[in-house]
């Protein structure tokens, strides 16, 4: 049987965490959704299976999309705009549920029918909130007992919406970038509390880079205007925070890596493990106690869930520290 050999040592250089992937996704759609006649260049991009997935699908949607190699090994895309509604088009999301969450309202402004397909665990993703939208909307759709693949043919009518918060915030961001392009003014009321906010924030912070400006009423009702225009844009993909928190709690449990990249005025929703480790620091002046009296650390999951594998590691490495988490 093989082994490793684990020699304890302490970590120090430098580290460039990848760039956003959820930034990535929105940009390209995005760029896409602009006029056929304009460019967008898309700089510091990874191409990973979930960004080549949504690549593939805008090209399906009549955007075309080139690719160049930096230096470094990211890459430029240069993102001419969609040129036309499209009388059919594949899109296989592969495993990627952004891609699938984000597309399926935008195919449907942009193509007359539309198949959706995966792999993994994506084929059993619930779509429950758009297909009760599609029933409102009388938008014709086939799928395997709930399941992908999914074909969908209509047009989004636009309107008023309500939209469940807690199950995921990529339906949201579907609706928001596919509205604007419909020939009235909608409305998208959130029917509960809002989990993974700032992924929303991701979305509206990037419609805006491309001239989409959302009224956003604290997080509880999005007012989108019909009949806006897409704008060509540039834009360069910020570092990863959710990555960088592995070595940001390295840092913290006594190694000695620089991150670089990192945005300190970045949306991202996982920027919060720079607080959460200084809550940890200043772990004496806590006065959160639990139910037998000791002090703890309690640590809200729903905007964060991608950071819990990482916050547990700090958790169980912080002697004599009680650390409580919830809504995971």
């Known amino acids: 049987m093989n082994s490793i050999l684990i020699k304890p040592s302490v970590l120090r250089g430098t580290v460039i965490p990848p760039p956003s992937k959820s930034l990535s996704h929105r940009a390209i759609i995005c760029a896409s959704l602009c006029s056929g006649n304009e460019i967008s260049h898309i700089d510091n991009v990874i191409l990973s299976d979930d960004i080549k997935a949504t690549i593939d699908a805008m090209r399906q949607l009549r955007a075309e999309i080139e690719i160049i190699e930096n230096d470094d090994k990211t890459y430029c895309l240069n993102v001419r705009g969609n040129r036309g509604r499209v009388e059919y088009a594949e899109i296989n999301c592969n495993e990627s549920g952004s891609t699938l969450r984000f597309l399926i309202p935008v195919a449907l402004m942009l193509a007359d029918r539309c198949k959706f397909s995966g792999k993994g665990k994506l084929i059993e993703r619930p779509l429950d909130i758009f297909y009760k939208i599609f029933d409102e909307d009388t938008i014709e759709y086939e799928n395997d007992s709930g399941k992908l693949p999914l074909?969908?043919?209509?047009?989004?009518?636009?309107?008023?919406?309500?939209?469940?918060?807690?199950?995921s915030s990529q339906f949201i961001s579907g609706l928001l970038m596919a509205l604007p392009l419909i020939n009235r003014d909608s409305v998208i009321s959130?029917?509960?509390?809002?989990?993974?906010?700032?992924?929303?924030?991701?979305?509206?912070?990037?419609?805006?880079?491309?001239?989409?400006?959302?009224?956003?009423?604290?997080?509880?009702?999005?007012?989108?205007?019909?009949?806006?225009?897409?704008?060509?844009?540039?834009c360069r993909i910020e570092a990863d925070y959710s990555q960088a928190a592995f070595y940001l709690v390295a840092n913290a449990l006594g190694n000695d890596v620089e991150c670089l990249g990192l945005n300190e005025d970045s949306l991202q929703g996982d920027k919060e493990i720079i607080n959460i480790i200084e809550r940890f620091k200043n772990f004496e002046n806590s006065d959160s106690t639990n139910?037998?009296?000791?002090?703890?650390?309690?640590?809200?999951?729903?905007?964060?869930?991608?950071?819990?594998?990482?916050?547990?590691?700090?958790?169980?490495l912080q002697k004599g520290k009680n650390t409580h988490i919830v809504n995971a």
């Open 151 to 167: 074909t969908v043919s209509g047009k989004l009518r636009g309107g008023h919406y309500n939209i469940s918060g807690r199950i």
């Open 291 to 316: 139910c037998s009296g000791s002090k703890e650390i309690v640590i809200d999951a729903s905007q964060i869930p991608d950071l819990i594998p990482i916050i547990s590691v700090l958790a169980a």
């Open 190 to 234: 959130v029917t509960d509390n809002m989990e993974s906010a700032a992924y929303v924030d991701l979305t509206l912070q990037m419609l805006k880079k491309f001239n989409i400006e959302t009224d956003n009423k604290d997080y509880k009702e999005y007012k989108i205007s019909g009949n806006s225009k897409y704008e060509a844009s540039s």
